[in-house]
């Protein structure tokens, strides 16, 4: 079984700064790609970002204000988030590709989201 757990989510100001945690934890051999995508109320999930074994992809909403990073070791990705606007509110998923041992195949997995809110 694999679990992906996102923390840091929160009630921000216009302009402010927001940090996402997801740390991925069971039987793993291996993540491809780990990255983030939102859903708003009444809209269709989206990527937010995304970083694979050498490139990494934005949406061109949070280019210039979203970094995404990864710590193999932990096998956990950030998003750090500034300069936030309201549009940015939304329940935000951490996802993977995990291959959980050398014969398998690769699998998709989601955490059950963290909710951020921009708001004054």
């Known amino acids: 079984q694999v679990q992906l757990v996102e923390s840091g989510g929160g009630l921000v100001q216009p302009g402010g700064s927001l940090r996402l945690s997801c740390a991925a934890s069971?039987?793993?051999?291996?993540?491809?790609?780990m990255g983030w995508y939102r859903q708003a109320p009444g809209k269709q999930r989206e990527l937010v970002a995304v970083m694979g074994s050498s490139s990494t992809d934005y949406a061109d909403s949070v280019k210039g204000r979203f970094t995404i990073s990864r710590d193999g070791a932990k096998n956990a990705v950030y998003l750090q988030m500034n300069s936030l606007k309201p549009e940015d509110t939304a329940l935000y998923y951490c996802?993977?590709?995990?291959?959980?041992?050398?014969?398998?195949?690769?699998?998709?997995?989601w955490g059950p989201g963290t909710q951020v809110t921009v708001s004054a």
């Open positions: 996802h993977a590709i995990i291959q959980t041992d050398s014969r398998s195949a690769n699998y998709r997995y």
């Open positions: 069971g039987s793993i051999f291996s993540i491809s790609v």
